[in-house]
């Protein structure tokens, strides 16, 4: 399995921007799909997660409202919409895949990850 996450890039506070993730070698509706994020001197955090069925979310209290995880089977592409961006969302976002997960917050929990894209939100 590879993820390429890509969309990252500079926006101003207030604005949005959609991250994808691209996925390949396997079957991508078999997989949930996490999305975590690392600012620099900060631990990874878990921001929001869709569940190998698609039918379930989950998202971290800091992002509830602002953004969206889906995921498009036939492009084998999950998404991070990400509206009412803030400076503190200003990190590396990575994108990760769990065979038949639920959307869990927990990154032991996802078996691939991709490599970041950066996101930097100016004040």
């Known amino acids: 399995v590879q993820l390429q996450a890509s969309g990252g890039g500079l926006v101003q506070a207030g604005g949005s921007l959609r991250l994808s993730c691209a996925f390949s070698?396997?079957?991508?509706?078999?997989?949930?799909i996490g999305w975590f994020s690392q600012a620099p001197g900060k631990e990874r955090e878990f921001v929001g997660a869709?569940?190998?069925?698609?039918?379930?979310?989950y998202y971290a209290d800091f992002v509830k409202g602002r953004f969206t995880v889906s995921r498009d089977v036939a492009k084998q592409t999950a998404y991070l919409q990400m509206n009412n961006l803030k400076p503190e969302d200003s990190a590396v976002y990575y994108c990760?895949?769990?065979?038949?997960?639920?959307?869990?917050?927990?990154?032991?929990?996802?078996?691939?990850w991709g490599q970041g894209t950066e996101v930097t939100v100016s004040s």
């Open positions: 869709i569940s190998w069925s698609g039918k379930s979310t």
């Open positions: 070698g396997r079957a991508f509706g078999n997989y949930a």
């Open positions: 990760a895949a769990n065979p038949w997960g639920s959307s869990s917050s927990e990154d032991h929990d996802y078996d691939y």
